[in-house]
């Protein structure tokens, strides 16, 4: 696929950077549990005529005129977005993950009402009350952890917490936590103090979309989600809602946080929607969930502390406490070896957050490029190597040149 054939002729500078960050993704291993490989008719989309277009409102209420081909565009994403999930409403107009949980904020609340969601530094997002993001600035916010010996959620610690506080919103999901989440349990907790629960399952969607991780769509009264990570469709968000919420949803999305939608995004949004209903998506799925359970066997069989022994999703959380390491030098130490992955805290973390104790490791793009259970060996072995031998420049260059023979066997955009 050609990214720079029309690029190159206005901006050379522009044109080269991107070319270098093709090159960068096709010779290194992209482990970031946050990110993925969207696909090319994704990136099209992204980058179709639909940029042009300002369609501030909803399909048939809009502020402009010729939106009909944004209209018949949005509303399929909608009605994509409701099949694959299940849910009554769809709002596929936030920019983010983060502008879909300031949403449902903004919708339901008033500045001072208390939430209760996860510990940043237990697992949680910035947006699930965190003091440094607007839910915690805006909001009473209260957070639950996990269990001090298993690194697990403790629900009747949550269910104690929510009555001690009596939030309004209870926010279940996580942007570290790689076991399933009760979604279920969160219900009757919030039920038993009268709290309305959102669920955020920005890192989870694609592996709930094809049945491999629990569904919070029956339980919650909202579910917000990026549309990327898992879901491997283009950088935004999502709101889904009980159909008696969606006046307000829509109301707090538009005009309440953005004007105009990125119709262009949207139109990829449908594209992402179609793709994950199909029995291909599925089987990607299972595979990006085999290849994160091969993976974490490998580090434990290397006496590596892997949070909670194992991972039910995409993502593994290394605790580099015993090996006398930091997340941070370790994050860098790998990505010189053609490793791009994440410095993140642990539970109980006494590191800061710029330098961390431990590492977290996804394999949904890896998946993507049809790696299986054999290149997550030579993966492990590679990076017990580099972790053990950090200032051995030789070795990390040994093992990029590895990688990268790796890599030109599972090409990416090049059909």
């Not at 969601?117 to 916010?141: D, I, P, V």
Request: hydrophobic share 40%; aromatic share 8%.
């Amino acid at each position: 696929m050609d990214f720079t054939k029309y690029i190159e002729a206005v901006d050379s500078e522009v044109a080269e950077i991107i070319k270098d960050e093709v090159q960068r993704n096709k010779e290194t291993l992209l482990m970031i549990a946050s990110e993925n490989y969207a696909d090319e008719a994704v990136l099209q989309a992204q980058g179709s005529v639909f940029t042009n277009k300002y369609a501030e409102g909803y399909p048939t209420k809009r502020f402009y005129q010729g939106v009909g081909n944004s209209d018949r565009v949005e509303q399929l994403a909608i009605d994509r977005a409701k099949q694959l999930f299940g849910a009554e409403h769809a709002n596929v107009q936030p920019n983010s993950g983060s502008q879909a949980n300031q949403a449902v904020y903004l919708a339901m609340l008033q500045p001072g009402d208390a939430i209760l969601g996860m510990n940043l530094a237990a697992g949680g997002h910035l947006t699930h009350g965190a003091a440094a993001s607007s839910s915690g600035k805006l909001y009473k916010a209260h957070a639950y952890s996990v269990n001090k010996d298993t690194y697990t959620l403790d629900y009747d610690e949550i269910a104690a917490a929510a009555k001690e506080v009596k939030p309004k919103i209870i926010v279940a999901g996580a942007s570290a936590y790689p076991r399933k989440i009760d979604f279920k349990k969160f219900r009757e907790i919030a039920d038993s103090v009268g709290a309305l629960l959102m669920c955020d399952i920005a890192h989870y969607a694609g592996l709930v979309a094809a049945k491999l991780y629990p569904d919070p769509v029956p339980y919650a009264d909202f579910v917000t989600t990026t549309t990327h990570k898992t879901l491997k469709g283009p950088r935004g968000g999502m709101v889904m809602c009980k159909e008696k919420y969606a006046k307000q949803i829509n109301s707090a999305v538009f005009p309440g946080l953005q004007g105009g939608p990125l119709m262009h995004v949207i139109a990829a949004k449908a594209i992402c929607f179609k793709e994950a209903m199909t029995p291909a998506f599925k089987d990607y799925q299972q595979q990006v969930l085999k290849n994160a359970q091969a993976l974490a066997a490998e580090l434990l069989k290397k006496g590596y502390k892997i949070l909670t022994g194992g991972t039910d999703c995409h993502m593994i959380l290394l605790d580099l406490r015993p090996n006398k390491i930091n997340g941070r030098d370790s994050a860098r130490a790998l990505e010189e070896a053609g490793i791009t992955l994440n410095k993140n805290g642990v539970p109980f973390d006494t590191e800061s957050p710029f330098v961390t104790s431990g590492i977290r490791i996804g394999t949904p793009a890896i998946t993507a490029r049809g790696m299986k259970e054999g290149e997550m060996k030579l993966i492990a072995d590679w990076m017990d190597q580099v972790l053990k031998n950090m200032d051995d420049a030789a070795l990390k260059l040994k093992v990029l040149r590895e990688v990268k023979s790796l890599c030109a066997k599972f090409p990416i955009y090049e059909k």
